[in-house]
């Protein structure tokens, strides 16, 4: 069988575009938005798409145009919202460092709300704000401090991680961002990691918020939102991932009567199994102890097998007719850590075209040049039809903003 996005062949699109080459498909795209709108529907949630997962002027756009919102953590990705047409007003601005210049695009943007992680922070956004003449809206980001079972690199909700606001100070730290003047505090908010395999962390989360929220009505403080971060995990391998709607009912439950809207920030469930990294196989080479099947593709391109040794479901687009042996499959950098896959059963020889699944997400946005290697081209695919909506990077775009002078 050969394999497909949609009704198109990915060896059509690696004939057509070359490789490596990010594809991606657009149904998986809204049926995993709506997957989310679905579940939580009796919530009539804001579904903010986190642009770290991936950041592509089509990705965003074609979310926009599904009614989200975005969650972003840098003024870049802010400009990448507005100029795929994002709604700056359904934007939620995330992240421990946000620069000066970062609050006052963001500000004169007219984001949604501010996530606040510090009390420096919340000093900044005060005077930012003060010196345009504006009111910030905003929420503080609260590390509940609950373990969220996933990889250490991404998992944020502990005492240990460097994200939020320390569960014991957060009320105080809303007592004093309620007594600056220029911050409407009109949320709260968590998240606590990626990748959850486990709907108990998230539960344990929006416990323990909502009784922050009691306590700090009790005091006058009244947050419209409750923000629940990211979304649930996705599956790579042979993973068991949250069910949505267990989600949404015990989040129902826990809100009851409270008078909250929900938001919601997914990015890897979204768009991590609508994308596929295809790449050549540029020979088979036989190491003394292991075999190597060298691809096009490498670190630069995928970078979460050397980060977090993630996993990535990787086969042969076609039968190749060869027998299946087992090899790491590995990219031309030159660094061991360089790796897609580690002694993976395959079929395959030099000139086979490979399929690395569950791409989609954290795959390009977080691809690099190092080695000098240009960045991959990106595709998107909607039934029959395909659309190029990055071009591969040139020799030239990656020297651009460099000058030789002695
Ligand atoms: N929101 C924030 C603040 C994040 O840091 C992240 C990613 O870690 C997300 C949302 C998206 O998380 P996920 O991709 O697991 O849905």
Not at 50 to 78: T, Y
Not at 119 to 143: C, F, H, M, Y
Request: contains cysteine.
């Amino acid at each position: 069988m050969n394999l497909s996005c949609e009704q198109v062949p990915y060896s059509r699109l690696a004939e057509e575009f070359g490789t490596p080459l990010y594809v991606y498909s657009q149904s998986a795209l809204t049926e995993a938005f709506k997957g989310y709108t679905d579940a939580f529907a009796a919530l009539e949630p804001l579904v903010c798409y986190a642009v770290k997962a991936n950041g592509n002027l089509s990705i965003i756009k074609h979310f926009a145009s599904l009614g989200s919102g975005f969650d972003i953590v840098s003024g870049g990705e802010l400009a990448r919202v507005l100029a795929a047409g994002g709604d700056a007003g359904k934007t939620i601005f995330s992240g421990v460092g946000k620069s000066e210049a970062e609050i006052e695009f963001a500000l004169n943007a007219g984001v949604k709300c501010f996530n606040m992680e510090s009390i420096p922070e919340i000093d900044r956004i005060q005077a930012v704000a003060a010196r345009l003449g504006k009111t910030a809206p905003v929420s503080l980001r609260v590390n509940p401090d609950v373990d969220a079972k996933t990889h250490p690199y991404i998992s944020t909700g502990l005492k240990a991680n460097k994200f939020g606001i320390a569960y014991a100070d957060a009320f105080q730290a809303y007592q004093y961002a309620a007594q600056q003047p220029n911050l409407n505090i009109v949320g709260i908010d968590c998240h606590i990691g990626s990748q959850l395999t486990d709907l108990s962390p998230l539960i344990e989360a929006c416990e323990r918020i909502l009784l922050l929220v009691d306590r700090l009505a009790e005091a006058g403080i009244m947050p419209e939102h409750l923000d629940l971060g990211g979304g649930v995990g996705i599956v790579y391998d042979n993973e068991n991932v949250p069910d949505l709607n267990a989600y949404a009912r015990a989040v129902q439950k826990l809100i009851g009567t409270r008078r909250l809207k929900l938001v919601l920030e997914p990015g890897r469930s979204l768009v991590g199994n609508a994308g596929t990294l295809l790449t050549r196989v540029e020979f088979v080479k036989q190491g003394e102890e292991k075999n190597f099947v060298i691809t096009d593709a490498a670190m630069n391109d995928l970078m979460r097998p050397a980060l977090y040794g993630a996993f990535h479901r990787i086969e042969a687009v076609e039968p190749t007719g060869t027998e299946p042996f087992t090899a790491d499959i590995v990219g031309p950098v030159c660094e061991t850590g360089d790796f897609i896959g580690k002694d993976r059963r395959i079929a395959c020889e030099a000139g086979s075209l490979l399929a690395v699944h569950s791409a989609g997400a954290y795959a390009a946005s977080m691809a690099s040049n190092y080695n000098a290697r240009n960045r991959a081209a990106e595709v998107m695919v909607s039934g029959t039809q395909s659309r190029l909506i990055r071009q591969r990077e040139t020799w030239e775009q990656q020297m651009a903003n460099e000058t030789a002078c002695l």
